[in-house]
């Protein structure tokens, strides 16, 4: 074990108490609230309102209804795929956003979130994840393209548990 | 090695198991819609209900209002989300505090080979994955540079985090927009996330071995 790992670890063990544990999560819950989970909404709510404005959400929905038929999910839903590639709180945004205008149901909703956490940030994650670990970049693609496959399946999987609740 | 297992074995207490059941229940869902006394132990009932504003006439409802659109409604509905982002993360924080996720690793720790193929000594790499991307990929590359996993397991463990990265901090955080959603109960997602997760490291691994092969043969026949 390294010492900054064991500095942490002893650190866990002297912390004061619940209330105080209780109130330090809270607070950082605050800030990737504040910081990280709300301009992500903005910015997917103002991307869904642009495509609505400019007829583009309508004609996604078109094109991409034959590929989201196959989870029986509207077209407009590829907005929530794409957007979590690029982060996971756009993702959520999209969806919300879909939500709130009518076009995707609580069903849909269910379906997809896993999808968008399995693909979640993943422009970002290849830097933070595999560039820190320092991944032989040989892997990359491979890699990306698992977690497209993962959340395909997925959504699935969620399509078949829906069914049950 | 031996140091670093015995070291994790002190700090799990009784109560971490508990810190870890209850944080199983409390974000499960399952007593959401209870109407007794333990229905306390849920997430969604302790997160409450914002008031509703009404007018003579018109259907009750709350400061989002109902029919609007893009910055503004997104900051609102953001708004409306922070409560929940806040008691999530505060009591995941309380869980933790608790060696909740000690516990965790402790339980996952000898799964790790048969799952995944990797040596148990990822277990604490793989629970700070869990809650940033950040501290997972770094205890990765340390396991790496102090030769305690090849460069193969460390491309297959990174696989695990990557995909759903941050699964707690992520999932808890801005997850939450979408929890009242939900048909299911909130952990359901969560549990099909985490087989994923394996079942993505693993069509990796076996991906890996496949290269391998090959690159082995090309230096036979090179031969």
Redesign the interface.
């Known amino acids: 074990?390294?010492t900054t790992?064991t500095q942490n670890?002893k650190a866990?063990?002297s912390?004061p108490n619940?209330l105080d544990?209780?109130?330090?999560?809270?607070r950082?819950?605050?800030t990737?609230?504040?910081t990280?989970?709300?301009p992500?909404?903005?910015?997917?709510?103002?991307i869904i309102?642009a495509l609505?404005v400019t007829g583009l959400l309508k004609l996604f929905g078109v094109i991409f209804q034959p590929v989201m038929g196959l989870w029986g999910l509207p077209g407009e839903a590829v907005t929530v795929l794409v957007s979590a590639f690029l982060s996971?709180?756009g993702g959520?945004?999209a969806?919300?956003?879909l939500?709130?205008?009518g076009i995707l149901g609580?069903?849909d909703?269910?379906i997809l979130?896993?999808a968008?956490?399995?693909?979640?940030?993943?422009v970002q994650?290849l830097g933070?994840?595999?560039?820190?670990?320092?991944?032989?970049t040989r892997?990359y693609v491979?890699?990306i393209v698992?977690?497209i496959?993962?959340?395909l399946?997925?959504m699935w999987?969620?399509k078949v548990?829906?069914a049950f609740? | 090695m031996e140091e670093k297992g015995k070291s994790s074995e002190e700090s799990v207490k009784w109560y971490s198991y508990v810190a870890l059941i209850f944080a199983i229940v409390f974000f499960s869902g399952i007593f959401a819609t209870s109407k007794e006394w333990w229905s306390v132990f849920d997430f969604t009932v302790l997160n409450g209900t914002f008031g509703t504003l009404s007018v003579v006439g018109a259907k009750a409802m709350t400061f989002r209002g109902a029919g609007g659109s893009g910055g503004r409604d997104g900051f609102l509905f953001a708004l409306s989300l922070l409560p929940a982002v806040i008691l999530a993360l505060g009591v995941v924080s309380v869980v933790e505090g608790l060696g909740g996720l000690k516990a965790a690793q402790k339980l996952m720790t000898p799964l790790l080979k048969p799952l995944l193929g990797i040596p148990g000594i990822c277990g604490l790499g793989m629970i700070a994955s869990f809650q940033s991307t950040d501290a997972g990929a770094g205890m990765a590359k340390e396991l790496y540079q102090e030769n305690m996993i090849t460069d193969d397991e460390k491309t297959v463990f990174c696989m695990f985090q990557i995909s759903a990265d941050g699964t707690i901090t992520n999932y808890f955080s801005s997850g939450v927009a979408l929890f009242s959603i939900l048909l299911t109960p909130i952990i359901v997602p969560f549990i099909v996330m985490m087989i994923f997760k394996i079942f993505g490291a693993n069509l990796l691994r076996i991906y890996i071995k496949y290269v391998n092969k090959k690159e082995q043969q090309a230096i036979k026949s090179g031969e």
């Open positions: 074990m390294t790992e670890v866990h063990a912390k619940v544990m209780f109130v330090a999560g809270a950082r819950g605050f990737i609230g504040t990280n989970m709300l992500n909404v903005i910015m997917a709510f103002v309102k609505n996971m709180g959520v945004g969806a919300a956003g939500f709130t205008s609580r069903s909703i269910t979130m896993p968008i956490y399995l693909i979640g940030s993943l994650y933070r994840c595999l560039g820190t670990a320092e991944v032989n892997y491979p890699i698992i977690c496959i993962n959340a399946l997925a999987v969620m548990l829906v609740f």
